[in-house]
């Protein structure tokens, strides 16, 4: 064995020690983006039946219908409150949701038929919707903006005409968070 193979033999500590550090902080770093994310969402199932959620719905857009937009009714909940929005083949609902930014909501999610996933990307949502249970998504919108909510799951020749709208408005005082 000559000395430029034993050289290369020879364990190399400070690339490792270097590699080691660069890794660690790379998994801190998503772990840390994990954790903030799961912050923002706390998701709950339950059982709930298609007619239930229905009169929910009804219930919602009773109280706060406050205005029409494109033929659709815009509902405004307050603040805190309870949010129904259903999946079925091929819309959301047939109304505009309208929330306000950095407010706490509850999503309520449930298809009447089959399969879907709500994704609103602006928002970070990117939910699997399934009928007889219902998800529940604690909710604030962080970005104010008109976005849409799309199906992220095939399920039938409408599907990519499945858009709904979200609308997030700043309270009123604010500072704008428009993008
Ligand atoms: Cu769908």
């Known amino acids: 064995m000559n000395k430029s193979q034993q050289e290369r033999k020879r364990f190399n500590w400070p690339f490792f020690l270097f590699s080691a550090c660069i890794t660690l902080g790379v998994v801190g770093i998503f772990a840390y983006g994990m954790l903030n ?17 229905e009169s929910k719905v009804k219930a919602m857009l009773d109280r706060h219908t406050v205005r029409e937009e494109e033929e659709k009714p815009v509902v405004h909940p307050p603040p805190g409150s309870d949010v129904y929005i259903p999946a079925r ?5 047939g109304f505009i949701v309208e929330l ?19 994704v609103t990307r602006e928002l ?9 249970k ?11 903006g008109e976005f849409e909510m799309i199906c992220g799951e095939y399920c039938g020749p409408g599907h990519g005409a499945m858009v709904g709208k979200m609308i997030v408005v700043d309270a009123p005082g604010q500072k704008s968070g428009a993008q």
């Open 37 to 53: 994310h799961k912050a923002e969402f706390t998701v709950e199932k339950y059982e709930i039946g298609k007619a239930a959620f």
């Open 89 to 93: 083949n091929f819309d959301w609902g």
């Open 100 to 118: 306000e930014r950095d407010q706490p909501y509850r999503l309520h999610l449930l298809s009447y038929d089959i399969k879907h996933a709500l």
């Open 124 to 132: 970070k949502i990117m939910k699997r919707v399934k009928p007889d």
């Open 134 to 144: 219902a998800v529940m998504l604690s909710f604030t919108p962080r970005a104010a």
